[in-house]
T-cell receptor, first 115, second 118 residues
């Protein structure tokens, strides 16, 4: 089973709203990732959690706040977003083996629109 | 400089024909992993195939195979017997390892849009 689930599938929010994206995996993976993807572009890494600790923050604005409550769950809290933050947000997980074979498996994504 | 190059922004292939999607990469590391992902219009990134830098044989997975030429730093994806459902964006990606430390970050190429024509 290589399933990563994400909720919600679609989200429309105003610039003053606070919302959260949720990602869950039950594969026993110890690394989880958030990506942002604009149309016709490759995904851009935002954050990496390894064994529930933040290991990479790609200089993401503070209006995006990640949280890893446990090894199966990853949240992305959103606050005071801008229209240019509208994108597909992808979550991924991998075993976290620390080797080059460590394969990422992605969820279906959340399409976010900021008005 | 781009670490992963996919020179074909868009490709067309006739149904049931084979197609090759190009990927070249740049790394000075001896140990690295190469991945191909498929992204249909629905958005989900689907893992297709993996090739390790030390693997002696080209990877195969069903209708997908990887033409790995290490000296030329290329890892082209070959899809045999194309189907309409193969229409999607395809991304080549790489995970590097340096001095025994594997990076958490995976680098993606710009992608190739494949359209299968009936």
């Amino acid at each position: 089973d290589t399933e990563v689930t994400q909720t919600p599938k679609h989200l429309v929010m105003g610039m003053t709203n606070k919302k959260s994206l949720k990602c869950e995996q039950h594969m026993g993976h110890r690394a989880m990732y958030w990506y942002k993807q604009k149309a016709k572009k490759p995904p851009e890494l935002m954050f990496v959690y390894s064994y529930e600790k933040l290991s990479i923050n790609e200089s993401v604005p503070s209006r995006f706040s990640p949280e890893c409550p446990n090894s199966s769950l990853l949240n992305l809290h959103l606050h005071a977003l801008q229209p240019e933050d509208s994108a597909l947000y992808l979550c991924a997980s991998s075993q976290g083996t620390g080797t080059v074979t460590d394969t990422q498996y992605f969820g279906p994504g959340t399409r976010l629109t900021v008005l | 400089a781009q670490k992963i190059t996919q020179t074909q922004p868009g490709m067309f292939v006739q149904e049931k024909e084979a197609v090759t999607l190009d990927c070249t990469y740049d790394t000075s590391d001896q140990s690295y992993g190469l991945f191909w992902y498929k992204q249909p219009s629905s958005g989900e990134m689907i893992f297709l195939i993996y090739q390790g830098s030390y693997d002696e044989q080209n990877a195969t997975e069903g209708r997908y195979s990887l033409n790995f030429q290490k000296a030329r730093k290329s890892a082209n994806l070959v899809i045999s017997a194309s189907q309409l459902g193969d229409s999607a964006m395809y991304f080549c990606a790489m995970r590097e390892s340096r001095r025994g430390l594997t990076y958490d970050k995976v680098i993606f190429g710009p992608g190739t849009s494949l359209s299968v024509i009936p």
